[in-house]
């Protein structure tokens, strides 16, 4: 009878345990990757200029493509920040409502960094030259990496053409080729994006020439003071951002050949993110 009971009692102790694990087993957990593509810069400021031919326009046009090209693929939650009529509604409304604790957050990012040079834990270290950004241009950039952190996004895709300093700039500079740049190595993000970055890097790179301007190292650089990749540690560790430079405007004058390439580079960027997210089982 002690026996039986102490039989009985084993059971209904462990019960609820077997029939949780068998539970946890079954459950199929679905959960879409988050990912928000940045079409670099916007109406006001809209980066490099070829006579009539805007890097804002272009990024938007291949941005766009790229974000239905994933969109169509449930397994993924696609978010842009802006569409032909300007910043979509959500990005909008938050750079207004938020921008005190945009602010906020950006101070205390760089104080914190400027904290971790000073102590010796950071390295700061020499980057490809970019254009300095305005006070309000800066706002955005910071406020899409707040709005990524808060949003949990898995992978933030900055969209750009690249220009180059020359005195006529209504003549076609000296480079050409794309470069996709990732976050440098001491950075929370780095580890993450490395990988999607060279996913994409290795699809372009099957259609595309790398970039002939020597400091972006043939098309694949790490940069520690780009915002969109998360400077200052303003992006968490598991939002992971890239940025590409996808050419250099003064080549893509052509109108025919820039709407191929578009296409071309949208499916290729596409399937590069794929390939890292979902890799073909061996
Ligand atoms: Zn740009």
Redesign the pocket.
């Known amino acids: 009878m002690k026996k039986i009971f102490w039989i009985t009692l084993l059971i209904f102790c462990f019960f609820p345990f077997v029939s949780q694990a068998a539970q946890i087993k079954t459950v199929k957990i679905i959960k879409p990757i988050k990912i928000l593509i940045v079409p ?2 916007d109406n006001e400021v809209w ?2 200029q070829y006579k009539n031919l805007k ?1 804002a326009d272009m ?1 938007l046009v291949l941005a766009t493509q790229i974000y239905n090209l994933l969109k169509k693929d449930k397994r993924y939650k696609v978010y842009i920040t802006r569409n032909s009529q300007g910043y979509v509604k959500e990005f909008a409304d938050y750079f207004m409502t938020e921008k005190d604790n945009i602010i906020t957050f950006k101070t205390k990012a760089k104080e914190a960094t400027q904290n971790k040079i000073d102590t010796g834990s950071l390295i700061s270290k020499i980057n490809v030259p970019h254009n300095a950004v305005s006070a309000d241009t800066s706002i955005k950039l910071y406020g899409i990496n707040k709005w990524a952190n808060e949003n949990k996004i898995d992978l933030v895709l900055s969209v ?2 690249d220009d180059t300093n020359r005195s006529t700039l209504s003549e076609i500079g000296p480079y050409k080729g794309f470069t996709v740049y990732y976050p440098d190595s001491q950075m929370a993000n780095a580890k993450e994006s490395v990988s999607v970055a060279k996913s994409i890097f290795n699809k372009l790179h099957k259609k595309f020439t790398t970039s002939t301007y020597p400091e972006e190292n043939n098309g694949f650089v790490s940069d520690q003071k780009l915002i969109a990749l998360g400077a200052s540690g303003t992006l968490n560790s598991t939002v992971r951002a890239v940025l590409i430079e996808y050419g250099y405007i003064y080549r893509f004058g052509n109108s025919a050949m820039r709407h191929k390439f578009y296409t071309n580079a949208a499916s290729l960027t596409a399937q590069g993110i794929t390939n890292y997210f979902f890799p073909a089982k061996k």
């Open positions: 670099g810069h980066g490099a890097e990024n750009h053409f």
